[in-house]
């Protein structure tokens, strides 16, 4: 992340385009605006940002549709912002290739996390690759199938591993039901939450301190699953 | 009667050749017995076949057989014999008497006859009207009005094809019905066409092709009483709409003017306090020390998550009043949402202990997730609003059956057992509004999540204090979850 990443904000809400520019500069980011979903396609080709924070509801276009078509030629990491209660369409943006979401309103330090999340993600994706990963006194180590907590090696299953291991290599994101059911299950098994389910309870029990109000492997309601990593 | 089936003109001529027929065997039979019979007593029995002609086959073959019993009479049995000439004036006198008592009698006869045909048709008529107008009494839709009326009027006219035709009310196309049904209709312009009329203008027509034969005037009226019957029903089942659609617009009208009232002083109190705090940090007059500034932006954090809080329930509240409240169900675990919904109301909960038991091996339970958090969330604020503080609030879970039970109970105190339904209705409070906050939505947004998941919400009074529960089952479309297997050793 350089301290002039520029991100592009695509809101109707003048509002919020507001704060957000005012905030984010303040935070060294180079900040455009686009209130339509149009506007927005067009400068991300004119000067291409390094992150797009792109709202769901729009005027001219849906959303999700403006996430399907600028994956069509950028991987630059998009941030959707939601409202409560619409949990379809948040993961309908996440199919559609959005990396992570935020439900309005929300607090400016959960933004800022989610921004710097997705701008580290992409610079991963063209440099090296971390294979440690610490969250608190756990570490998992990727490239050796090692887990261990505060020293010690916790032993889990191979599917556990799995899970565990594509949840932590998207360390911040948000990943839904149905992508880890594929990534871990195969894709026959993409509707069957329950195994999800029963799989995280069982990381949680020998991953967390307190299961029932987990630190790292965290629920994101409706939508799917995200672990968090330090920083 | 006669067959009525047959031609019109072969039937006609039949009728009076019956007559003429009648006449000649009745001449026959008192030809043979004319020595055993005087004069006056062959006129008497020549009456005989005329009364008959008539109630048989109506006035004309009457007349005819009286005419012709005449001629026979005086051909055969008036003396000279086997000429119509007359000698004595006796005899003048009883053929004249003979004549026109015979001539009264068919007529008379004949009225008799055709006034109880008449009788008869009104009666059939009557019964008709009166089996129309109950099957169209208590209908309030035109669908079953406009088939009822299509199929009544095939039985009682007899018709080909018809159809009833029904305007249409703005935004709708016109209903139509056909008989029978499944038959196409003729291309042709229908023979007759009866408009639907009421005070109110047309409402509709009725088409009707029969070719065969015309509508008798009868037939004619009976038609036009039939239409008249079918438009009032109409007119009745309009009534009856409008009337529905006034109540129910009423019904949500005052519904948002209780929801206005609630909502603005719901909106108004933190509104207030983010105003206050806001423009205090602007305000350059005075120099807030540290935890001063902490404690008004605390404020203003708390307040607006308060009013997003409020801005979720209205939404909830109108989405179960438009029906639109669809649970995204998943298969669950219900310690998740339990530990989700504990963890985001830390700080309100402080001042309160919680007791919260939710069994490890519980099976997993399919809801939707967001509306589950909503509903704990409700109850557990409901409980913080009614309960000291330092009072304990506590969650137990248990599986029975194919249900899940879940009791959140508190320390509050009892409910008056006559209030324990409506505790759950909009609005409702138990306490004096001015006295605690909230829209009074909580509880009935709760009532409708859980039995749009076909489950039970209920109120009771417990020794020590008072507990919501609630019934969720445990299936999910008849099925328990598919876990998978054991989960494997390394």
């Known amino acids: 992340m350089t301290a002039t990443s520029h991100i592009l904000v695509i809101d109707d809400e003048p509002q919020i385009l507001r704060a957000l520019r005012t905030i984010l500069t303040e935070k060294h980011f180079r900040v455009t605006t686009a209130s339509r979903g149009e506007e927005g396609l067009a400068l991300a080709a004119a000067t291409p940002p390094d992150l797009i924070i792109l709202d769901l509801g729009l005027p001219d276009m849906d959303g999700i549709q403006v996430c399907a078509r600028l994956r069509e030629w950028t991987q630059v990491p998009i941030l959707v912002l939601s409202v ?15 990396d992570d979401y935020l439900t309005k309103p929300f607090g400016i330090e959960e933004l ?27 570490v998992v180590d990727l490239a050796r199938h090692v ?14 591993f799995k899970l565990l291991a594509y949840l932590a290599a998207n360390a911040g994101r948000v990943l839904t039901h149905q992508s880890i059911l594929t990534h871990v299950w195969g894709e026959a098994e993409a509707d069957h939450v329950e195994y999800l389910r029963v799989y995280m309870r069982q990381l949680r029990k020998k991953l967390e301190a307190d299961p029932e109000s987990p630190q790292f492997l965290l629920t994101e309601p409706g939508v799917g699953y995200r672990f968090l990593a330090d920083e | 009667m006669l067959p009525s089936r047959l031609p019109f003109p072969f039937a006609f001529i039949l009728r009076y050749l019956l007559a003429v027929l009648t006449i000649a065997g009745t001449t026959g039979l008192l030809y043979l017995l004319r020595n055993v019979l005087g004069t006056p007593l062959i006129a008497l029995f020549y009456l005989l076949p005329v009364g008959l002609s008539t109630a048989l086959w109506g ?12 001629l026979a009479f005086n051909y055969f049995f008036i003396f000279p014999y086997y000429t119509l000439l007359v000698h004595e004036t006796q005899d003048i006198l009883v053929l004249v008497v003979f004549f026109v008592v015979a001539v009264v009698i068919s007529q008379l006869v004949g009225r008799a006859q055709s006034s109880l045909a008449e009788a008869q048709a009104r009666e059939r008529e009557a019964t008709h009207l009166y089996e129309l107008s109950t099957a169209l009494a208590g209908l309030r839709h035109k669908d079953p009005i406009a088939r009822i009326m299509a199929e009544r009027l095939r039985e009682v006219f007899g018709a080909h094809t018809l159809e009833v035709v029904i305007q249409p009310a703005l935004h709708e196309i016109s209903t139509r019905y056909s008989a029978p049904v499944g038959v196409p209709l003729p291309k042709s312009t229908p023979d007759h066409v009866i408009p639907l009329t009421t005070a109110r203008g047309l409402l509709g027509e009725i088409h009707l092709w029969r070719t065969d034969r015309p509508l008798s005037p009868a037939e004619e009226r009976l038609l036009r009483t039939f239409a008249s019957q079918g438009a009032l029903a109409l007119e009745r089942a309009l009534l009856a709409q409008a009337e529905t659609r006034a109540q129910v617009l009423e019904e949500s009208d005052r519904l948002k003017s209780a929801l206005l009232s609630s909502v603005s002083h719901e909106l108004r109190t933190p509104l207030a306090t983010i105003k ?8 350059g007059e005075v120099a807030w020390d540290t935890s001063a500034r902490g404690d008004l932006i605390a404020a203003i954090d708390d307040e607006t998550d308060h009013l997003n809080r409020l801005v979720g329930n209205l939404l909830d509240m109108s989405r179960i009043e438009a029906g639109a409240l669809k649970p995204q169900r998943q298969w669950n675990i219900l310690a998740e949402i339990v530990g989700g919904v504990l963890a985001r109301m830390r700080r309100v909960t402080e001042q309160h202990h919680l007791d919260v038991e939710v069994p490890e091996d519980l099976p997993l339970v399919p809801v939707d997730y967001v509306q589950m958090e909503q509903v704990f969330t409700n109850l557990i604020s409901n409980s913080l609003k009614y309960t000291p503080v330092g009072t304990t609030i506590r969650i137990r879970v248990r599986a029975q059956a194919e249900v899940l039970l879940v009791q959140v109970s508190n320390q509050g105190p009892p409910v008056p057992e006559e209030h324990l339904d409506r505790i759950f209705d909009k609005f409702y409070r138990v306490t004096a509004a001015d006295r605690v906050t909230g829209t009074g939505l909580g509880l009935s947004i709760c009532k409708g999540i859980i039995e749009a998941h076909g489950g039970r919400i209920w109120a009771e009074n417990l020794p020590d204090g008072f507990a919501f529960i609630f019934a969720l089952p445990l299936t999910w479309e008849g099925a328990p979850p598919r876990l998978p297997a054991e989960p494997e050793n390394e």
Do not use: P
Not at chain 1, 85 to 95: F, M, R, S, T
């Open chain 2, 276 to 283: 206050a705090a806001a423009t205090s940090l602007r305000s």
């Open chain 1, 112 to 138: 800022l996390a989610r921004v710097r999340v997705a701008l580290r993600h992409s610079a991963q994706a063209t440099g090296t690759k971390v294979t440690v990963i610490k969250a608190g006194d756990l």
């Open chain 1, 84 to 98: 409560r209660d619409n949990e379809h369409d948040k993961v309908a943006a996440l199919d559609a290739g959005a």
């Open chain 1, 147 to 160: 887990v261990t907590r505060t020293g010690a090696e916790v032993k889990l299953t191979a599917t556990e």
């Open chain 2, 59 to 70: 006035l004309g073959s009457g007349l005819t057989a009286s005419v012709c019993a005449f």
